[in-house]
């Protein structure tokens, strides 16, 4: 099937749900979450079925997208996403389950109305545990960990994200940064969509491989904080110079690969 990098109206089935309540912006999100779902399956950064990929809905109603419980990531399309709001009241979708700690972690970022966080992306991927389980945390050894240099935020375990009042706490440790270390749990991104969460997503994970690889081999050659520094500048303004939002290339070139693979993702 012949891939195209812009999704439209006709990639989702005309249900009589959707076809009376959903707006073209939500049709878009949809398919573009349900792709990102697809891709972590690809990389083999799942956990089972833990682990979510959300993004909020524009439009006034504070409501966000997020998997139905018990669904692999490979199962995830587009019209089976449940559509939940902050509070955790389902507000469509054909499996009306959703994962409590999933709901608890992600409802603490959407519920921030930011727009630089509309989309919220949070692993379980094996090297993603390791840094998180280690004292020293992401250091900047690569390219990509520069990309999160001084500029990603650490969350102590509290135990599984039962309660409601970690929230808060969640926040407070993202602070301005994007990016997310749950010390003893896992990795956690924000982006303003779904194409430049991903890109800030796959970065992260892959310094994190690159990390415990490295120290598998021998000593980690640290990058002093000056080079760090401007490799994370000079990362960020290379972005711009796309003249595109951020993301939206790789995202683009993912989204053929994956057409090319399996395009159930668009249904």
């Known amino acids: 099937m012949s891939a195209s990098p812009m999704t439209t109206m006709d990639d989702l089935p005309l249900t009589q749900d959707s076809a009376h309540s959903m707006?073209?912006?939500?049709?878009?999100?949809?398919?573009?979450?349900?792709?990102?779902?697809?891709?972590?399956d690809y990389f083999?950064?799942?956990?089972?079925?833990?682990?979510?990929?959300?993004?909020?809905i524009p439009g006034p109603e504070n409501h966000f997208l997020i998997n139905g419980f018990g669904e692999n990531y490979d199962e995830v399309t587009a019209s089976s996403l449940v559509k939940i709001d902050v509070d955790g009241n389902v507000v469509s979708g054909a499996n009306s389950s959703v994962n409590y700690a999933?709901?608890?972690?992600?409802?603490?970022?959407?519920?921030?109305?930011?727009?630089?966080?509309?989309?919220?992306?949070?692993?379980h991927s094996r090297a993603g545990m390791a840094i998180a389980a280690i004292k020293e945390g992401l250091l900047p050894i690569s390219m990509f960990s520069t990309v999160f240099y001084e500029n990603i935020g650490y969350h102590d375990y509290e135990g599984a994200s039962l309660y409601l009042d970690e929230r808060d706490r969640i926040v407070r440790s993202l602070g301005s940064a994007k990016a997310l270390i749950l010390r003893n749990h896992g990795l956690l991104v924000t982006g303003a969509s779904v194409p430049e969460c991903f890109l800030r997503l796959y970065r992260l994970e892959r310094a994190c491989q690159i990390q415990v690889d490295a120290a598998a081999c021998g000593t980690l050659n640290l990058i002093n904080a000056d080079v760090a520094s401007r490799s994370r500048a000079d990362l960020g303004e290379f972005q711009g110079m796309q003249r595109v939002p951020e993301g939206t290339i790789e995202f683009a070139a993912l989204r053929r690969k994956l057409d090319r693979i399996d395009s159930g993702y668009r249904d």
């Not at 707006?23 to 972590?40: C, I, P």
């Not at 992600?106 to 519920?111: D, G, P, Y």
Request: aromatic fraction near 8%; charged fraction near 20%; avoid cysteine.
């Open 23 to 40: 707006s073209d912006a939500e049709r878009t999100l949809r398919v573009e979450l349900a792709a990102a779902y697809r891709l972590v």
């Open 44 to 56: 083999g950064w799942t956990e089972q079925i833990y682990g979510h990929l959300t993004a909020r």
């Open 102 to 123: 999933g709901f608890v972690i992600h409802s603490a970022i959407h519920m921030m109305h930011d727009e630089r966080n509309l989309v919220v992306m949070h692993i």
